[in-house]
């Protein structure tokens, strides 16, 4: 059984919580009528704090991926790692499809069906599955540069990885500057996987992880003001909220590294941390159909911030028994874990 780290534990808890958070206050979010409320305010930050849930799963894959000698084995990793998403990827699909039918969403069609399969899914969240196979994919070829690579070469490769896809759109985006020079050599996702790797092989003491967390802290206020001055009460324009953006990714480093200096210890909430951490897998996978039921029938009459935090807190609690309770049936926890 592999060692636990705790650190990692803590972070893949963590980045479950967000995603939740995220998904309870993004319909809100897009709400022009409630544009300039407080309520729209504080799901601004909320939403640029969440958004770091995505960027801190791929990176804890990096970090455990890139450092395991199995990932050099290319047949062994590809079978093992491959099979552990193919198998949920169909299972949920044809789930989600059913669930969507049931509700009225949509009508009963294999063609639907498989076009929505080879597409991106037949829910949103879904997409997460489709890229981590195309990481996966490349995982051993990384491993074997990153065994070759000192840790100036490393950063070198993760520079040369973001800037297509997320270096260049923040500068044209955030300045009057125009630049074209290449198209992205990597999908934006295989830079935070890189990303976590070079996080957790780098000098972690606490001058630099408080540089970290400035730079995680501007990127927390730059993504917050980018999607303020671009959205107006004739449109919610959320610039920032690409999912490679530079905001998010800065502090989501900020966050991984804080986390490894002062977790490299268990502490007494190890049960907690761990329990949530081993269910986060199934909690993302079937989230989205308990908050849709809870908008649809359990929701109640208040503020949209109280709405939010209603979902957030109905949703995880819900989710993390169905996916604990799955986790328990003999032939149905491989496709939850």
């Given amino acids: 059984m592999r060692q636990r780290i705790f650190y990692l534990d803590f972070l893949r808890s963590f980045a479950i919580i967000m995603v939740l958070l995220l998904h309870s206050i993004s319909g809100y979010m897009m709400q022009s009528e409630l544009y300039n409320t407080t309520s729209w305010y504080i799901n601004l930050g909320l939403n640029a704090f969440a958004r770091t849930g995505v960027p801190l799963f791929l990176m804890i894959s990096g970090v455990l991926m890139l450092s395991s000698e199995n990932t050099r084995n290319i047949t ?39 076009d929505q399969f080879l597409n991106c899914g037949t829910e949103y969240h879904l997409w997460y599955l489709y890229t981590i196979i195309g990481i996966y994919l490349i995982a051993p070829f990384l491993k074997i540069l990153t065994d070759n690579l000192n840790n100036k070469q490393l950063v070198w490769l993760l520079v040369l990885m973001m800037f297509g896809t997320t270096i260049r759109p923040f500068i044209n ?19 935070c996987f890189m990303l976590g790797y070079v996080l957790s092989v780098i000098k972690c003491d606490l001058k630099t992880v408080i540089w970290f967390l400035i730079a995680g802290l501007l990127g927390l206020f730059g993504s917050v003001i980018l999607n303020h ?105 491989k496709i939850v874990s």
């Fill in 76 to 114: 062994q990793f590809y079978k093992k790692s491959l099979l552990h998403i193919a198998i949920p990827l169909v299972f949920f699909n044809i789930a989600y499809f059913i669930f969507r039918c049931a509700r009225g969403y949509a009508e009963f069609d294999i063609k639907l069906l498989l």
């Fill in 173 to 191: 985006t955030v300045t009057p500057v125009y630049i074209y020079f290449f198209e992205p050599l990597f999908n934006g996702y295989a830079a």
């Fill in 229 to 333: 001055v671009n959205s107006s009460a004739n449109e919610i324009n959320l610039v920032a909220n690409n999912g490679y953006s530079l905001c998010h990714f800065a502090f989501a480093a900020s966050i991984f590294m804080l986390a490894r200096l002062i977790l490299s210890k268990r502490t007494f909430l190890s049960g907690i941390v761990t329990t949530l951490s081993k269910a986060s897998f199934g909690i993302y996978l079937t989230h989205v159909a308990v908050i849709d039921i809870i908008t649809n029938y359990f929701m109640i009459d208040a503020s949209p911030i109280v709405c939010s935090a209603y979902i957030f807190a109905v949703a995880t609690a819900v989710s993390f028994v169905i996916s604990f309770v799955l986790g328990k049936i003999k032939y149905i926890k």
